[in-house]
């Protein structure tokens, strides 16, 4: 092994200390610009009387008392619910609330939608521009026939709540038309709350920051370069 | 023990790794170049603010680390440490914008994600995905393909010097433990099979998602994203739909042969592009690869069956062969919500998922898994063992195998692979005891399964993890996805390292 391959070493103890406090430093600068980010002012949350209240379907009374449970089409069922039990939410008819998110995939006769009914569609609104932090999403594939599928204009995404909508639908756990996906085949739909386009305030510490380091990075990066023609 | 002092890394060793770990630093901030450059145009201000904090970030750090000469010629003991301290460093710059995005509750959830970016595990713990925007989802999926191509870059290092990837690797066969060659030819080989396979992918899905129903700027990002992840063998999507999200039995097709091709050898591709295909059946890894996958296909069909989940049959094999694949391939997508696995499965196909989890794609190729080659060489190891006990004690009992080449199965090569399964076993257990320590609900099936898929860099989340309050787990989940992509070794050649640094520890303080 020749010196020329190997570089030689540099810095020590020093370049461990320096090395050190710059990830302290991006450490607290990133804490400082978490804590200080501007919230959104903007009002998201659908009103809890039109979420059913209380009246929602869980696994145990399910089995408990069986599929008399759902009252046909009148009780809520909550994605988390069906998800836990499948084989006692299979074929029966539910009420169903929850946010259009990511794409409205129309078709013949259509559309297949993703409603999700977690905290960022109904209670806290959507992260990025503020909001709570309130675990992964959770939701279930929907097929809106025609016309219901009129309903869903606007998908959630950033920045974005999409439109509410509160369906009634029946639960097929491996439905032959999704390739055995589950999913709720609704036959009513109305629009609850439509779309909100979030208000969302410029972070400007962030910013200033981000332009500082740039401009920094850029600097030394520049230096190097006529060091290294040097 | 005074030699042993003597023999680890020196302060050489230790300027060159550094200097490496500068350049990865650099290189990881100006990637983040491109997905802030998305979110400008697209205007969203907070998301360009926080990659291009990162971009900073990294370039600041890889400027002050990689002070001294950068590496041209690495030894092992400096590839091997460079790749497992590359990871770390490549995670914490890569965090930082993920932590400024307002979707992770904590630094340490911001981090476990970066890392199952950059492992390619695809294990989702981001908070609200659906309303994340699309240069920081962009970044996500950047973080798959640079986490592919290193992946693939330590491959095409190690077979430019003809090793056989057997332990944390490889296992040296010439003898030669010196230098290494230039990454440029590595590099290149790399990079190449990455953005060749995604960009196909990427033009094959398009039309397939614009079929589907979805709008054609949307349409472009599903298959930019599903192609980038399911070649890397990552797992991430752009919605928490998964590969569910276009519902089109097409896309998921293409998605299979993605996920396959990512999970097969770089000398398999090789050999495919050359058109060498005759010596391809013979290869060890192919004939496991294929074995396994029938057999567990097999497994979890019947399971699925057994459990009556399905009434038709091609809801049974649509369903039961994509999660096969992604399970085999450790890609981790799923055709619908993940939690159904483990709530509307039964019991007998989750149990052939996790064992497809565990045992991977190929060695010397981008999947995670203990790997089909080492499956092999045990499977080898103790036939040859069994007819040593048939037959009497002067007897020689010849064994070999083809991986590229003919090779003699020594004991090395056998005691090599068992112990990256045994380490395998040990982390999944000691992960899920730890695990189930520590949060009141879960089971031990749940855990282990998440333990698995976790070592295993597969991805698929069962909802077991509480990523916002679960912070035992996080950590937990986070060196399991680190140590699984790097098979241990590295890791702990990396750790041993800057242990030698601390006074008492490693005999310099």
Redesign the interface.
């Known amino acids: 092994?020749s010196a020329?391959?190997?570089?030689?070493?540099?810095?020590g103890p020093l370049?461990?200390v320096?090395?050190l406090l710059?990830?302290v430093a991006?450490?607290v600068l990133?804490?400082w610009?978490?804590a200080t980010?501007p919230q959104s002012p903007t009002d998201t949350a659908v009103p809890a009387e039109a979420l059913g209240g209380a009246d929602v379907l869980d696994c145990e009374e399910l089995e408990r008392e069986g599929p008399v449970a759902a009252t046909d089409g009148t009780r809520r069922a909550p994605s988390g619910a069906v998800?836990?039990?499948?084989?006692a939410f299979d074929g029966l008819r539910v009420r169903y609330v929850g946010e259009v998110?990511?794409?409205?995939?129309?078709?013949d006769g259509g559309?297949?939608v993703?409603l999700?009914d977690?905290d960022?569609a109904l209670r806290t609104g959507?992260?990025?521009?503020?909001?709570e932090?309130?675990?992964?999403?959770?939701?279930l594939?929907v097929w809106l026939p025609d016309p219901l599928d009129e309903l869903a204009t606007v998908p959630?995404?950033?920045?974005?709540?999409g439109d509410v909508l509160d369906v009634v639908a029946t639960v097929q756990?491996?439905d032959?038309a999704?390739?055995?996906?589950?999913t709720l085949r609704v036959d009513d739909a109305t629009l609850l709350a439509p779309a909100v386009e979030l208000e969302?305030p410029?972070?400007w510490r962030?910013?200033g920051?981000?332009?500082a380091?740039?401009l920094?990075?850029l600097g030394?990066?520049l230096r190097?370069r006529a060091r290294r023609r040097r | 023990m005074a030699v042993l002092t003597h023999l680890g890394p020196t302060p050489r060793d230790t300027a060159a790794v550094v200097a490496g770990l500068g350049l990865v630093s650099r290189w990881v901030g100006l990637a983040m170049l491109a997905p802030a450059l998305v979110s400008l145009l697209l205007g969203e201000h907070r998301d360009a603010s926080a990659l291009l904090l990162g971009a900073a970030v990294g370039v600041l750090l890889g400027a002050l680390l990689q002070r001294g000469r950068p590496p041209g010629r690495l030894t092992w003991t400096q590839a091997f440490t460079l790749a497992g301290g590359a990871w770390a460093v490549a995670t914490g710059v890569a965090a930082v914008p993920l932590a400024l995005s307002g979707h992770h509750a904590t630094l340490l959830q911001a981090i476990v994600e970066a890392m199952a970016g950059l492992t390619t595990t695809g294990l989702v713990v981001v908070d609200d995905l659906d309303h994340l925007g699309v240069g920081m989802n962009l970044w996500r999926h950047l973080l798959h393909a640079i986490g592919a191509v290193a992946a693939l870059l330590v491959v095409a290092t190690i077979r430019q010097r003809g090793q056989t990837f057997v332990a944390t690797s490889n296992v040296a066969e010439s003898g030669d433990h010196h230098v290494l060659p230039r990454r440029g030819r590595s590099v290149r080989a790399a990079l190449g099979l990455v953005v060749v396979w995604t960009l196909l992918g990427t033009v094959v899905l398009l039309p397939l998602a614009l079929l589907a129903g979805a709008t054609p700027g949307r349409a472009l990002l599903h298959a930019a994203t599903l192609a980038t992840s399911a070649f890397s063998t990552g797992g991430f999507t752009l919605t928490s739909a998964s590969a569910g999200a276009l519902h089109a039995a097409t896309v998921q097709l293409v998605l299979v042969v993605l996920m396959i091709a990512g999970a097969t050898s770089l000398v398999l591709h090789r050999s495919l592009w050359a058109r060498r295909i005759r010596g391809v059946r013979n290869e060890l890894d192919v004939r496991v690869a294929g074995l396994t996958g029938a057999t567990l296909l097999l497994v979890v069909l019947l399971g699925l069956r057994r459990a009556e989940v399905f009434e038709g049959a091609t809801e049974l094999v649509r369903q039961g062969l994509f999660t096969l694949v992604a399970a085999h391939t450790t890609t981790g997508m799923t055709p619908g919500p993940g939690r159904l696995l483990v709530t509307g499965w039964g019991e007998m196909a989750p149990a052939g998922i996790v064992a497809a989890m565990a045992i991977g794609g190929m060695a010397g190729s981008v999947a995670g898994g203990v790997g089909t080659l080492r499956v092999g060489i045990l499977a080898k190891g103790i036939a040859r063992d069994v007819r040593r006990l048939l037959l009497p004690e002067s007897a020689l009992v010849p064994a070999d195998y083809q991986q590229s080449r003919r090779h003699v199965l020594t004991d090395r090569h056998v005691r090599a692979a068992a112990t990256i399964v045994l380490l395998t076993l040990a982390s999944v257990f000691g992960a899920a005891v730890i695990e189930l320590a520590t949060t009141s609900d879960g089971d031990l099936p749940e855990a282990l399964f998440h333990a698995v898929s976790a070592v295993s860099t597969t991805g698929i989340t069962v909802g077991f993890l509480d990523a916002g309050n679960d912070q035992v787990g996080l950590v937990v989940t986070g060196l399991l996805m680190w140590f699984g992509r790097m098979e241990f070794l590295a890791v702990l050649a990396a750790l041993g390292m800057v242990a030698r640094y601390v006074p008492g520890v490693g005999g310099r303080g």
């Open positions: 092994m020329r391959q190997r570089p030689e070493p540099r810095g370049g461990a320096l090395t710059a990830v991006v450490v990133v804490a610009l978490r980010a998800l836990e039990c499948p084989f998110v990511g794409d409205v995939l129309q078709r559309s297949w993703l999700n977690d960022y959507p992260l990025g521009a503020g909001g932090a309130a675990g992964t999403n959770s939701g594939s959630g995404r950033a920045g974005v709540r756990r491996a032959p999704d390739g055995g996906g589950l969302d410029v972070h962030q910013v920051a981000a332009v380091l740039g920094l990075a030394l990066t190097d």
